[in-house]
């Protein structure tokens, strides 16, 4: 009886605290065919990335952050400029487009993101595959598309390839730290902030989806430029044509 | 006995809220503009707010008539004021819901399905007051908060209760019971913060001169709204003398009970627009209607039309009723469809979907030498629709 009650009240902290169990790791898949050789000198338009960054509080709810969030985004915008010369690209902005356009950019943000949510849920994580893509995941095929309307987008006519960005950090409070040591001494995990993000390169020309990668469990302290460099490393790890160097695990 | 009870128990909480001298009880509080968030919390909410609105002004859901908009915008102002109404950015979005809401940076979010119940200006202005009346005392903050202390307390509640059961010590149970009393707190306040709302609404409505029982009306209407789906889907009503353990608004009953109590009370006006609605949403009627028709609640559709056909029955609301008689197309509904298009068509014989939903009903009903016509005229008015082959070779003769 003991027992059920103990494994119901875990259920409750894992129900009230928000994350994935199938984003606890790392994964990154590249199209077939698909090379970027360094120093191509091609030319990568970024679309405004999704950074939120705030804490987590004893519940487990996100408490969002204005200031944390405006630099977050100030030096990961940096260091992804930094990286990316490094690699012989050029990034560019996109600007912030207005009318049809604007709504044009809404419809593909999203797209992509259940895009990618469908490959991290589906295709990244062993157990839960689409029956569509059963045979793709035997045979390593990584295939996915956002359809050949990107090349619409403003700004797609001078660029090569789309660059699409989220993070989402959520540090633990005190509160929830405490709350997590006295978790253990019942024997229930209690997990203390959320560090996840996921980077994808699209095609221009044909939205093909060349690379994605995504990590649950993502290190760097966003709010610092140092820390921001390191999370751009992570998540521009294996970055098609990549010669930078690999961050060291969290 | 019970209504009396609440009476009373509305009149209390009046009491406390509102001024201790009767005549200034539905004053306006002072009212500062251009407010920017103050604490990290706060700030915070914004923030995300920010996003969410970048992400509501570029849906494809946003109607953006820019007449339509004019005119939501103006019944706000003239229900709060100019002062109050300045900032607001209002979103009309094509949803056949019958809901609105007002986020903490000043975003307000129109349904269409609002805009289809409403019957006249007073109607919307009471919604659209009440929604303003959560920002001006910044409700999701204070909920935002609650949640959050409720959170944490769940939480210590389910890890000392795993240390109970673990060492064997401590009630198990007792921590149970503190949970439930917990969650019931939560969703009181929540309710508590609507009542206070409701209240603050009808003092913009007292200072714009609406007629104040129009509030009462809406959730009356909602509620017969309600009951007409779930009848019409076999299902069980919902009881309006309980409040659920989780609602988080008071029941529409009770609202309408206390709002028309208030209602006698507030030193309002007559005014209700009811022509300047009509004919703001004139351009906008038969595609709320189709919206609402293709929802597939029959009943709760069956309701709301003729709740609106009882001030007066025009040719978009006739044509509505017919479509909806036919989509259903059970055989006792199509003589009724047929009636009704034949009604719509009387107000207005320009109506190519009427001539069309005519026709197929009566062919249909195996009445194709009074089918034919119908659907020649419908052919006649809209040569190039969609359907026009597939109309052509079912009046072609056979």
Known sequence: MNLIRAIAAALLVLCTSSFGLAQAQERTAVRQGFTLPPNSGKTILLFRPTIRVGAQSTGGMFEPNADWTAQGREHMGVSLRQLQDRLGNRVIEASEPIGEQALLVAEHMALFAAVSSSVINYQFFVGNRLPTKKRDNRNDVFEWTLGPQVARLPGAADADYGLFIYTE?????????????????????????????????????????LWLNADGKMGGDVRTPEGAEKRMRQLLEEFPGSSVQTAPAA | ??????????????????????EREFDLPTYTGAYQPQNVDERGMWMVDDES????????????????????HSVLC?????DRCGGVRIYILRVPVFNANMSPNGTMRVYSGLLLRMRNEAELASILGHEFAHFEMR?????FRRKRSTSDLLAWTAVLGTLAATYGGGSTQSYGDFRI??????????????READILGFSYMAEAKYRPSAASEVWRSAMNEADATSTGRALRGQRYDKTAFFATHPTNLERADYLSALANRVPGGEYEGRNA?????APWLDQF???????????????????????????????????????RANPRDLPNAVEFYRQALTLNPDLPTAYRGMGLSLMRMDRKSEATPSLSRYLELKPDALDADMIRSLVAPQ
């Open chain 2, 78 to 82: 003239r229900a709060v004021g100019n």
């Open chain 2, 139 to 143: 409700h999701s903050l204070d909920e």
């Open chain 2, 277 to 281: 609605y009509q004919a703001a949403l």
């Open chain 2, 289 to 327: 209607l189709e919206d609402q028709i293709k929802l597939n609640d029959f009943a709760g559709t069956e309701y709301l039309i003729t709740r609106l056909g009882a001030e007066e029955w025009t040719a978009p609301l006739l044509l509505a009723r017919a479509e909806l008689y036919r989509l």
């Open chain 2, 53 to 72: 609105e970048r992400l509501t002004r570029d849906s494809r859901l946003v109607i953006r008539d820019e007449a339509l908009n004019n005119y939501v």
């Open chain 2, 181 to 194: 009393s917990v969650y019931g707190a939560l969703f009181r306040f929540s309710r508590d913060q609507e």
């Open chain 2, 1 to 22: 006995m019970r209504p009396m009870v609440r009476l009373l128990a509305a009149v209390a909480a009046m009491a406390t809220l509102g001024a201790a001298n009767p």
């Open chain 1, 169 to 209: 950090d959520q540090y633990g409070s005190t509160g929830r730290k405490v709350l997590q040591a006295f978790a253990m001494l019942g024997g229930v995990g209690v997990q203390s902030g959320v560090h996840s993000g996921y980077a994808g390169l699209v095609d221009l020309k044909t939205g093909e989806l």
